[in-house]
């Protein structure tokens, strides 16, 4: 990160609480919450991708920092269907519950929704609302959020998407979907 000019901070996001988080963020322009717990503990899970994902937003609200980026999952919706006995149904809830908190804040939030990742090559291009749990390279992620938080027409939508065809500035700047904030 740092040869991309960017100064990186290490910070305990599970276990710092309000008060640091909003120290944290103080002063940027902009939060974009891509951490997670990484699976396998349902506690965990709940504690990062939900918990330390909505102290950051409140953080972030606190520390005057308007805009806020959240990476979820294609999935995540009120119906996602995942079965509770599901080893997966912690990540699927967790998520949902940060999404919401967001979408209720007063932010300049986006919900990015990105496919299953890959380590393929980036393409720089996507395509939206694709059916299923599509697949989509880390790196055109990355180029997602760095078109997001220069894009204000991603405010307050939700965007879902996997690899594809149109090139990215492009897919984002296309209709919003019926139904879609």
């Known amino acids: ?46 504690a990062v991708d939900r918990d330390a994902a909505i102290r950051t937003m409140d953080a972030a609200a606190a520390a005057g920092v308007p805009r806020y980026v959240m990476v979820s999952w294609i999935g995540s919706r009120p119906d996602h269907g995942v079965d509770p006995e599901s080893s997966f149904f912690a ?37 939206l609302d694709v059916p299923g749990i599509a697949e989509v390279a880390r790196a055109d992620v990355a180029a997602v959020i760095a078109a997001t938080l220069v894009d204000d027409s991603t405010i307050a939508r939700t965007i879902r998407f996997g690899m594809g065809d149109v090139p990215i500035g492009a897919a984002l700047s296309e209709e919003r979907p019926a139904g879609e904030p």
């Open 1 to 46: 990160m740092a040869a991309t000019g960017a100064t990186p901070l290490v910070a305990d996001v599970e276990t710092f609480d309000l008060d640091q988080l909003r120290d944290l963020v103080a002063g940027h322009d902009a939060v974009v919450w891509s951490a997670g717990a990484g699976g396998g503990d349902p506690e965990r899970t709940y």
């Open 91 to 127: 990540y699927a809830d967790a998520k949902l519950a940060a999404d919401q908190h967001l979408q209720e804040s007063r932010l300049d939030w986006t919900i990015l929704g990105p496919g299953s990742l890959t380590l393929d090559p980036p393409t720089g291009r996507i395509s």
